[in-house]
Protein backbone atom coordinates (compact mmCIF):
# COMPACT_ATOMS: atom_id res chain seq x y z
CA UNK A 1 0.00 0.00 0.00
CA UNK A 2 1.21 3.19 -1.18
CA UNK A 3 2.15 5.86 2.03
CA UNK A 4 0.54 8.68 0.97
CA UNK A 5 -2.71 7.80 -0.69
CA UNK A 6 -4.72 10.48 -2.82
CA UNK A 7 -8.40 9.90 -3.90
CA UNK A 8 -9.57 10.51 -6.69
CA UNK A 9 -7.26 9.82 -8.60
CA UNK A 10 -9.33 11.11 -11.51
CA UNK A 11 -12.64 13.52 -11.46
CA UNK A 12 -14.10 15.30 -13.92
CA UNK A 13 -16.47 18.12 -13.10
CA UNK A 14 -18.64 21.37 -14.06
CA UNK A 15 -17.63 24.80 -13.17
CA UNK A 16 -19.53 26.07 -10.13
CA UNK A 17 -19.12 22.40 -8.12
CA UNK A 18 -17.58 22.09 -4.57
CA UNK A 19 -14.74 19.40 -5.13
CA UNK A 20 -12.91 17.69 -2.60
CA UNK A 21 -9.55 16.21 -2.68
CA UNK A 22 -8.35 13.85 0.12
CA UNK A 23 -5.11 12.97 1.33
CA UNK A 24 -4.22 10.41 4.15
CA UNK A 25 -0.63 9.17 4.67
CA UNK A 26 0.66 6.48 6.70
CA UNK A 27 4.06 7.67 7.39
CA UNK A 28 3.49 8.94 10.92
CA UNK A 29 4.85 12.81 9.24
CA UNK A 30 3.86 15.94 10.82
CA UNK A 31 4.27 17.93 7.69
CA UNK A 32 1.74 18.07 5.06
CA UNK A 33 1.37 19.77 1.55
CA UNK A 34 -0.92 20.38 -1.83
CA UNK A 35 0.86 21.48 -4.62
CA UNK A 36 -0.40 22.00 -8.27
CA UNK A 37 1.06 20.96 -11.45
CA UNK A 38 0.39 22.99 -14.84
CA UNK A 39 2.63 22.30 -17.94
CA UNK A 40 5.24 24.46 -18.34
CA UNK A 41 4.78 25.87 -15.03
CA UNK A 42 5.74 23.48 -13.12
CA UNK A 43 5.08 22.18 -9.28
CA UNK A 44 3.70 24.90 -7.18
CA UNK A 45 2.62 25.29 -3.31
CA UNK A 46 -1.26 25.69 -2.89
CA UNK A 47 -0.98 25.53 0.86
CA UNK A 48 0.88 23.47 3.62
CA UNK A 49 0.37 22.19 7.34
CA UNK A 50 3.03 21.55 10.28
CA UNK A 51 1.20 19.74 12.30
CA UNK A 52 -2.59 19.44 13.32
CA UNK A 53 -3.12 23.36 14.33
CA UNK A 54 -1.28 25.06 11.81
CA UNK A 55 -2.52 26.01 8.16
CA UNK A 56 -0.50 27.97 5.64
CA UNK A 57 -1.04 29.67 2.33
CA UNK A 58 1.26 29.04 -0.76
CA UNK A 59 1.92 30.53 -3.38
CA UNK A 60 -1.40 30.30 -5.47
CA UNK A 61 -4.43 29.64 -2.03
CA UNK A 62 -6.61 31.70 -3.93
CA UNK A 63 -9.83 29.91 -4.85
CA UNK A 64 -8.65 27.01 -2.73
CA UNK A 65 -9.55 26.02 1.25
CA UNK A 66 -7.89 22.89 2.84
CA UNK A 67 -8.54 20.79 6.41
CA UNK A 68 -6.05 19.57 8.68
CA UNK A 69 -8.56 16.65 9.99
CA UNK A 70 -6.30 14.74 11.60
CA UNK A 71 -2.16 13.89 11.79
CA UNK A 72 -2.70 11.58 8.83
CA UNK A 73 -5.21 13.77 6.40
CA UNK A 74 -5.08 16.82 4.71
CA UNK A 75 -7.83 17.94 2.49
CA UNK A 76 -7.80 20.68 -0.36
CA UNK A 77 -11.34 21.78 -0.72
CA UNK A 78 -12.60 23.75 -4.39
CA UNK A 79 -15.47 25.62 -3.24
CA UNK A 80 -16.75 26.50 -7.00
CA UNK A 81 -14.28 24.91 -9.59
CA UNK A 82 -13.56 27.20 -12.17
CA UNK A 83 -11.60 25.70 -15.79
CA UNK A 84 -8.03 26.73 -14.72
CA UNK A 85 -8.18 24.97 -12.06
CA UNK A 86 -7.93 21.70 -14.47
CA UNK A 87 -4.44 20.71 -13.33
CA UNK A 88 -2.35 17.88 -11.67
CA UNK A 89 -2.61 17.89 -7.83
CA UNK A 90 -0.09 16.29 -5.64
CA UNK A 91 -0.13 15.82 -2.32
CA UNK A 92 2.87 15.41 -0.19
CA UNK A 93 4.64 14.94 3.39
CA UNK A 94 7.65 15.33 5.39
CA UNK A 95 8.91 14.77 8.67
CA UNK A 96 10.59 17.71 11.14
CA UNK A 97 13.74 18.55 9.82
CA UNK A 98 16.40 17.04 11.75
CA UNK A 99 20.52 16.54 11.49
CA UNK A 100 19.41 12.36 10.56
CA UNK A 101 16.60 13.74 8.60
CA UNK A 102 16.75 15.17 4.77
CA UNK A 103 13.68 16.41 4.84
CA UNK A 104 12.15 15.15 2.20
CA UNK A 105 9.10 15.00 0.53
CA UNK A 106 7.04 12.28 -0.53
CA UNK A 107 4.59 12.61 -2.48
CA UNK A 108 0.93 11.29 -3.85
CA UNK A 109 0.42 9.50 -7.18
CA UNK A 110 -1.46 12.69 -7.90
CA UNK A 111 -5.04 13.65 -8.33
CA UNK A 112 -6.04 14.71 -12.17
CA UNK A 113 -9.05 17.49 -12.14
CA UNK A 114 -10.33 18.45 -14.96
CA UNK A 115 -13.26 21.28 -14.64
CA UNK A 116 -15.12 21.92 -17.83
CA UNK B 1 11.14 38.19 -5.15
CA UNK B 2 12.78 34.38 -5.10
CA UNK B 3 13.81 32.67 -8.31
CA UNK B 4 15.01 29.39 -9.20
CA UNK B 5 15.69 28.50 -12.71
CA UNK B 6 16.72 25.45 -14.23
CA UNK B 7 18.70 25.58 -17.16
CA UNK B 8 16.03 24.53 -20.54
CA UNK B 9 13.26 22.97 -20.46
CA UNK B 10 14.13 19.89 -22.11
CA UNK B 11 17.81 18.32 -22.70
CA UNK B 12 18.57 14.99 -25.37
CA UNK B 13 21.35 13.13 -24.86
CA UNK B 14 23.22 9.85 -26.65
CA UNK B 15 23.63 7.26 -23.88
CA UNK B 16 26.37 6.53 -22.22
CA UNK B 17 26.76 10.52 -22.20
CA UNK B 18 27.37 12.30 -19.12
CA UNK B 19 24.17 14.91 -18.41
CA UNK B 20 24.38 17.90 -16.79
CA UNK B 21 21.46 19.67 -15.12
CA UNK B 22 21.76 22.95 -13.75
CA UNK B 23 19.60 25.04 -11.55
CA UNK B 24 20.48 28.62 -10.25
CA UNK B 25 18.82 30.56 -7.87
CA UNK B 26 18.73 34.01 -6.78
CA UNK B 27 16.98 35.53 -3.39
CA UNK B 28 18.04 32.62 -1.64
CA UNK B 29 20.41 31.67 1.09
CA UNK B 30 19.35 28.15 1.21
CA UNK B 31 20.70 25.92 3.80
CA UNK B 32 20.70 22.86 1.60
CA UNK B 33 18.98 22.10 -2.04
CA UNK B 34 17.44 18.70 -3.29
CA UNK B 35 16.91 17.18 -6.51
CA UNK B 36 13.88 14.85 -7.24
CA UNK B 37 13.02 12.81 -10.38
CA UNK B 38 9.67 12.72 -11.84
CA UNK B 39 8.53 10.88 -14.32
CA UNK B 40 4.97 11.73 -16.72
CA UNK B 41 2.16 11.32 -14.49
CA UNK B 42 3.77 10.16 -11.26
CA UNK B 43 4.49 12.45 -7.95
CA UNK B 44 8.24 13.26 -8.09
CA UNK B 45 10.89 10.85 -5.86
CA UNK B 46 13.89 12.36 -4.09
CA UNK B 47 17.02 11.76 -4.87
CA UNK B 48 19.21 13.61 -3.55
CA UNK B 49 20.65 16.58 -0.96
CA UNK B 50 23.34 18.63 -0.95
CA UNK B 51 24.09 21.04 2.44
CA UNK B 52 25.66 24.28 1.91
CA UNK B 53 28.86 23.32 3.37
CA UNK B 54 29.37 20.26 0.96
CA UNK B 55 30.92 20.74 -2.11
CA UNK B 56 29.89 17.70 -3.32
CA UNK B 57 27.28 14.78 -2.97
CA UNK B 58 27.61 11.49 -5.11
CA UNK B 59 25.00 8.66 -5.12
CA UNK B 60 26.15 5.54 -7.34
CA UNK B 61 25.91 7.69 -11.49
CA UNK B 62 24.29 11.14 -9.63
CA UNK B 63 27.07 13.98 -8.72
CA UNK B 64 25.42 17.03 -7.35
CA UNK B 65 27.75 20.27 -6.73
CA UNK B 66 26.65 23.14 -4.90
CA UNK B 67 27.94 26.96 -5.21
CA UNK B 68 26.58 29.04 -2.91
CA UNK B 69 28.79 31.99 -4.16
CA UNK B 70 27.58 31.19 -8.14
CA UNK B 71 23.79 30.50 -6.55
CA UNK B 72 24.02 27.31 -8.37
CA UNK B 73 23.75 23.56 -8.35
CA UNK B 74 24.71 21.36 -10.88
CA UNK B 75 23.25 17.83 -10.88
CA UNK B 76 25.39 15.20 -13.58
CA UNK B 77 23.93 11.66 -14.37
CA UNK B 78 27.11 9.76 -15.93
CA UNK B 79 27.15 6.84 -18.13
CA UNK B 80 23.55 7.85 -18.82
CA UNK B 81 20.78 4.83 -19.71
CA UNK B 82 17.41 4.93 -21.34
CA UNK B 83 16.14 4.57 -18.03
CA UNK B 84 17.19 8.07 -16.72
CA UNK B 85 15.02 9.64 -18.90
CA UNK B 86 12.51 11.66 -16.80
CA UNK B 87 12.54 15.62 -15.37
CA UNK B 88 14.30 16.35 -12.68
CA UNK B 89 13.58 19.03 -10.41
CA UNK B 90 15.68 21.58 -8.19
CA UNK B 91 14.73 22.85 -5.14
CA UNK B 92 16.78 25.43 -2.70
CA UNK B 93 15.60 25.92 0.41
CA UNK B 94 16.57 28.26 3.33
CA UNK B 95 15.39 26.52 6.55
CA UNK B 96 13.25 23.35 7.28
CA UNK B 97 11.00 25.98 8.59
CA UNK B 98 10.16 27.06 4.92
CA UNK B 99 7.97 24.76 2.25
CA UNK B 100 9.65 23.25 -0.34
CA UNK B 101 9.48 25.04 -4.01
CA UNK B 102 10.58 23.84 -7.03
CA UNK B 103 12.23 24.65 -9.78
CA UNK B 104 10.41 24.18 -12.69
CA UNK B 105 12.47 21.27 -14.18
CA UNK B 106 14.26 19.75 -16.85
CA UNK B 107 13.05 16.53 -18.70
CA UNK B 108 16.14 14.55 -19.57
CA UNK B 109 16.08 12.31 -22.80
CA UNK B 110 18.23 9.72 -23.05
CA UNK B 111 18.37 8.49 -26.45
CA UNK B 112 19.77 4.86 -27.35
Known amino acids: DADVTQTPRNRITKTGKRIMLECSQTKGHDRMYWYRQDPGLGLRLIYYSFDVKDINKGEISDGYSVSRQAQAKFSLSLESAIPNQTALYFC???????????????FGEGSRLTVL | SQKIEQNSEALNIQEGKTATLTCNYTNYSPAYLQWYRQDPGRGPVFLLL?????KEKRKERLKVTFDTTLKQSLFHITASQPADSATYLC???????????FGKGTRLSVIA
Open chain 2, 50 to 54: IRENE
Open chain 2, 91 to 101: APRNSGNTPLV
Open chain 1, 92 to 106: ATSGKDRASNTGELF
